[in-house]
């Protein structure tokens, strides 16, 4: 910041120059230099643009802005707020713009909003053309932010914004007249360090370096071992002099330097290295992680302890006493992480500590309890990975049963969670053999995550719920998966052999590189057609089966072997010796587990190991053979004269489509997973089509291992028939009845059936469904490239005389699958579902669903999901369900039915809109996200209600999960934004991140909810929790706000009144102030009352949770009317309207600009999902 600005800051802050352009907004001025300073702002969700003096911030109710409390420092300045531009920034939102006369110079404090990703702010023309940029650091070091400064070149209209992702703007300063002239770069000392001090496990340097206007935007310090750098820290306070924290992770004599750069030149200033005085890195405390009895000899026994390693530990020894002994014993002193310690007595209780020493250093464990086994123990039994609750119980024969009714682990594709009876291997002397029976006692709450058998895992750490994610290979019961021509084939709780690898981090770390595609059922026909009541494909055991299985590690690799009831036995091997040691090089376990909601015995336990030099020599792997394949994800019936045909291979080759004729009509490069698209063109009538693959060589084929080929590198060709007819003209209506047929005209008088209208509706006409209950026995999909426009979208609607209904009880395939983009869906029941199949899924693109009924289905009631098997850029995007009710759904096992689910592959700018879910036997809303995906868009849930999910009306002893809003899932990031908002009466939490760390809560009315209004809790590393207006009144529990490396600015907002205890007391909901919540806050609290949704499409109340005079104004949930309620005008019938595409009606008046609902940012993955 140039000297001269400083000073006339100090000028304008005494004169205190106030441009009001709305109440509550201030800026400070002259008449040459204008300043936004977010402090002096409201502190609120910002959705049209409001002016601040000179600069205008832009903002719409798609793509709002945000100002709220943050502390930071910068320029010498004390900030207290920011202004958060949620994403990408256009002329139009997210952005701040500005008009100057002539050339100007712009300085701006801007921070990255990940604390983890440095981002940048650029200086835009109206036009969108860049003129420069300037760095938002993620994290700068000591907080203050550093300046950037944009030189304006001429007079006009600017803006500035974010070009990829959030940013925070906390001060801009616009100073209009030439830039004063900086001194030239070659002209700047270059910096001296002065001082180099070490302070615990932090290395302070300190130097001499102009930051500022005269000298550098930033100083970084590097710490050097040798040339490899070791640690940065990078500063932007303005000063002569500064100082940097680094923090180095070994001991070591390192050296300094320091750096000056410019944003606008390549080259910096360095200063010479210097010696760092010698650090030594602190010691940490070790911990004993298990003691077992290894050897009995009459009366003394011998204990085997482990402990976890210590950086720079040079010894550890080991001590022991009886329990209430006050002295020590010295045990044995050892370089590793195990010892042995003799001469103990069968039968009585020890503590032991281990002590890690380095030179003088010391550092001592806790004491560790053990009591000595008169016999020889190896084996142990913890919980591994995501589970909890259930009980291992060691019966007198030998056997071991695993009740489990009430456990919530799972074996699945994204992560892992048992109840494990184990004991360890070393690789370098152990090859094994393990086998046990199992026999199914209980399965009457088995679900598709239930398994058991035996497995081998890399690494875990016991009973650590975060450390689920590890290389496994076994022989059990469980789901396995299969591609079949394009679509998944799943077998659940079938007998297999399961590998798992791509793990190369602690087992505490996720990978989107976990595979499992070697994993693998002994028979795909083991119980084929076997169902349970409703439910078409249940897990295949059932209560009394015996299962006999046995997992061998020999030199070839892993072996899991089934012997069935008839005594033939099954095989199959994995070929990677070395599977088991990515994780920990050192060592692996193998053992028996069940998993979730089963009771399972196993017995006729035999364990044996071998010497690897003393087993067979491995044999020779086999090569696998890869069938080459070729897909057309496309509608197969248009109204068009051409059609953008996608193909999709597993191979590299080039592609053509050949018409009847077989003359080629385009070609295409593929390479495996890619989607390239041919234009193909189409006549009336029956178009039929072939396209065709040629392989590349195998020497192009890079995406096979060293292990496979190719089954043939002939030409693969797929059918393409692709039916061309219409109805009618744009801008008029295709009538639809229950009893109309394909051969139809589309009229009042000659309707045609659902499906046939579906498959030829042109964009800009309205598919109008007569009153009455329509049962197809298929779905009714909506096909990629069957789709509507931005300016005239398609309309499938009820007629206005009443709604129809679609009773799916006959589909065995589901409801609508709405896979185009631009429909609007409006005044729909849809009912009846057979088991998991969605009554109404969305994976297209730009579509709005309004006033739909899902209810008494057997899967959730509307669901966002795409394909797993597609790019991130391919899932469901911009869509938004409004004004919709999702009620009393209830899939087969009772456990994964929600109201609304935005989950698993779901893009960005995907938006909930005064939708009400209850009575849903899961959850009212689930956005939840798996590891192997990774995360999913931005989704946000507004103006919405949730209540009395996990209970059904019609039989409310039938009991489910039932949180209200399910903000997310295995702890990957969303930014998940749910906001003026209610949730009452849920059998589980009212809100949940579900293991999110970085969801988002603004005024919330949270009441009643059995298990705890708020629970923002997480396994990852970090947080970046959001909490505002939140208002929770009355739980079965208290709220929970677990926070990591995160400043806790959520209890201490005095906006938020959390509940601090359960079993539904009052007088337990408080803020940071002291103040307490009570009754006469709320219009009603009867929870008899039931939200509808209105005539104008918000939510009616009726008075419960609606906030009196008495509650404060800016906490809690105040659902008001709709500001712009549809109002669809039927078009006239098809062959009436002579093609007029602008009649009122083509498009749903709410929705505004397609594509562009609330943070919808930019296409593509946000930044939390690109780099997984």
């Known amino acids: 910041m140039p000297t001269a600005l400083r000073h006339l800051r100090s000028a304008i802050a005494a004169l205190a120059v106030a441009a009001l352009a709305l109440v509550g907004l201030t800026s400070t001025a002259t008449a040459d230099q204008h300043v936004l300073n977010a402090s002096d702002l409201e502190a609120r969700v910002y959705d049209a643009d409001f002016q601040v003096g000179q600069f205008i911030v832009n903002a719409t109710g798609d793509t709002t802005v945000e100002v709220d409390a943050n502390n930071n420092t910068g320029g010498g300045m004390q900030f207290t707020q920011r202004l958060k531009m949620g994403g990408a920034g256009d002329a139009e939102s997210r952005s701040v713009q500005f008009t100057t ?36 650091l993620g994290a700068p070091s000591g907080g203050d932010i550093p300046v950037g400064t944009l030189v304006v070149p001429d007079a006009g209209t600017y803006y500035i914004a974010s070009p990829s992702s959030g940013v925070n703007i906390y001060y801009v300063e616009l100073t209009e007249g030439p830039a004063p002239e900086r001194p030239a770069w070659d002209a700047v000392a270059v910096p001296t360090i002065t001082d180099v001090t070490v302070d615990g496990g932090d290395i302070v340097v300190s130097y001499d370096g102009v930051i500022g206007f005269e000298g550098a935007d930033l100083a970084t310090a590097t710490l050097y071992d040798g040339e490899t750098e070791v640690a940065s820290g990078v500063s932007g306070t303005p000063g002569d002099a500064g100082s940097i924290t680094l923090t180095p992770d070994a001991s070591g004599d390192y050296e300094v330097q320091v750096a000056l750069t410019r944003n606008d030149q390549e080259t910096a200033l360095l200063s010479e290295r210097v010696a760092a005085p010698s650090f030594t890195l602190p010691l940490a405390t070790p911990e004993i992680t298990s003691a077992l009895t290894s050897a009995v000899e009459g009366d003394q026994a011998t204990v085997t302890v482990e402990w976890g390693a210590v950086p720079e530990a040079e010894t550890y020894d080991l001590a022991y006493r009886e329990t209430g002994a006050t002295d020590w014993t010295a045990g044995p002193s050892t370089a590793g992480t195990s010892a042995d310690i003799t001469g103990l007595t069968p039968g009585t209780s020890y503590e032991l500590q281990v002590t890690a020493l380095r030179g003088v250093d010391t550092a001592t464990s806790e004491p560790y309890a053990v009591t000595v086994s008169g016999e020889v123990e ?96 076994g022989v059990m019961s469980a789901k396995y998966t299969r591609d079949v021509d394009g679509s998944l084939e799943v077998a659940y709780g079938t007998p297999g052999g399961k590998f798992v690898d791509g793990y190369t981090d602690a087992p505490t770390v996720a990978s989107a590189d976990r595979d499992m595609s070697r994993s693998q059922p002994f028979d795909w026909d083991f119980r084929a057609g076997y169902t349970e009541g409703s439910n078409t494909n249940p897990p295949r055991f059932t209560e009394g089966d015996v299962y006999e299985y046995t997992l061998r590690k020999s030199n070839t690799g892993f072996h899991a072997i089934w012997t069935d009831q008839d005594g033939e036995v099954h095989e199959i091997i994995d070929y990677e010796p070395d599977l088991l040691l990515q994780q920990d090089p050192d060592k692996y376990y193998v053992g028996i587990f069940a998993a979730r909601k089963i009771v399972v015995t196993a017995s006729d336990i035999e364990f044996t190991t071998i010497h690897p030099d003393d087993d067979e020599a491995p044999l020779p792997r086999p090569i696998t053979y890869v069938d080459p394949t070729l897909s057309a994800d496309v509608t197969r019936t248009t109204p068009h004269d051409s059609l953008d045909v996608p193909l999709v291979s597993n191979v590299h080759g080039e592609a053509v489509v050949r018409d009847g004729d077989g003359d080629v009509v385009g070609e295409v490069t593929l390479a495996p997973g890619e989607s390239r698209e041919i234009t193909v063109p189409l006549e009336d009538g029956t178009n039929e089509l072939t396209a065709e693959l040629t392989p590349a060589p195998k020497e192009e084929q890079t995406q096979l291992g060293e292990y496979e080929d190719l089954s043939s590198y002939d030409p693969v060709s797929i059918p393409i028939t692709i039916e061309v007819d219409r109805f009618g003209e744009p801008g008029e209506s295709i009538h639809v009845a229950p009893d109309g047929t394909a051969n139809g005209d589309g009229t009042p008088e000659n309707p045609l059936d659902l499906h046939t209208a579906v498959a030829f509706v042109q964009p800009g006409q309205q598919i109008v469904l007569a009153p009455g209950t329509y049962r197809p026995t298929e779905a009714v999909v909506v096909g990629r490239g069957n789709d509507g426009t931005a300016e005239a979208p398609i309309t499938l609607m009820s007629h206005p005389d009443g709604r129809a209904t679609l009773d799916l009880s006959d589909s065995t395939s589901g409801g609508i699958k709405l896979r185009g983009d631009y429909w609007h869906l409006y005044d729909l029941e849809i009912t009846g579902s057979q088991g998991y199949q969605k009554p109404l899924l969305i994976q297209g693109d730009h579509n709005v669903v309004e006033r739909i009924e899902s209810h008494h289905n057997q899967d959730t009631g509307v669901q966002i999901s795409g394909e797993a098997s597609e790019p991130y850029e391919m899932w469901p995007s911009d869509n938004l369900v409004v004004s919709s009710v999702s009620h009393n759904n209830v899939d087969p096992q009772g456990n994964d039915a929600d109201g609304f689910a935005a989950k698993l592959t779901v893009g960005d700018g995907n938006v909930f809109r005064y939708n009400i879910a209850h009575h849903n036997i899961d959850d009212g809303w689930d956005l939840y996200a798996k590891s192997t995906t990774g995360p999913i868009g931005d989704v946000v849930v507004e103006d919405s209600v949730a209540y009395r999910n996990g209970q059904l009306e019609d039989d409310p002893e039938r009991t489910g999960e039932g949180n209200g809003f399910k903000l997310g899932g295995e702890s990957m990031p969303g930014k998940h934004l749910l906001r003026n908002s209610v ?53 079965g529990a208290a709220d929970r706000i677990d926070l990591r490396e995160q400043e806790d600015t959520l209890t201490t907002e005095p906006s938020n009144y959390l509940t601090v205890a359960g079993d539904f007391v009052r007088d337990a909901s408080v803020n940071s102030e002291g103040d307490l919540v009570s009754d006469d806050w709320f219009g ?85 999902a690109r780099n997984r």
């Open 983 to 1035: 949730s009452f009466g849920n059998l589980g939490r009212g809100v949940t991140s579900n293991s999110g760390p970085d969801v988002r809560v603004h005024d919330v009315t949270s009441y009643d909810n059995a298990s705890g209004n708020l629970q923002l809790a997480t396994s990852a590393s970090t947080t970046d929790y959001e909490v505002s207006g939140m208002l929770s009144y009355v739980a």
């Open 1084 to 1168: 009603s609290l009867d929870t008899d009352l039931v939200p509808e949704i209105a005539a104008d499409g918000s939510i009616e109340m009726h008075g419960l949770l609606e906030l009196s005079d008495q509650a404060p104004a800016e906490t809690g949930a105040r659902l008001g009317a709709n500001p712009e309620p549809t109002v669809i005008t039927l078009l006239p019938p098809v062959g009436t309207a002579g093609g007029d595409e602008d009649r009122p009606g083509n498009r749903p008046p709410h929705v505004g600009e397609p594509g562009r609902p609330p943070f919808a940012g930019e296409q593509g993955p946000p930044e939390h």
């Open 101 to 136: 006369t002539g050339e100007a110079v712009l300085s701006v404090y801007v921070m990255s909003s990940s604390s983890s990703a440095d981002r940048d702010l650029a200086l835009y023309t109206l036009d969108g053309t860049e003129v420069a940029r300037v760095p938002a």
């Open 378 to 473: 190896r084996w142990l039994s913890a919980h591994a990975g995501i589970s909890s609750n259930g009980e291992l119980i060691e019966n007198a024969d030998g056997s071991l049963t695993f009740s489990l009714l009430d456990n919530n682990g799972k074996i699945a594709d994204s992560e892992d969670g048992f109840m494990y009876y184990y004991t360890e291997i070393d690789p370098a002397t152990e090859n094994f053999t393990l086998s046990a029976t199992f026999t199914v006692n209980d399965a009457s709450l088995k679900d598709n995550q239930s398994g058991f058998g035996i497995v081998a895992v890399d690494t875990f750490e016991p009973n650590n719920r975060a450390a689920r994610y590890f290389n496994n290979a």
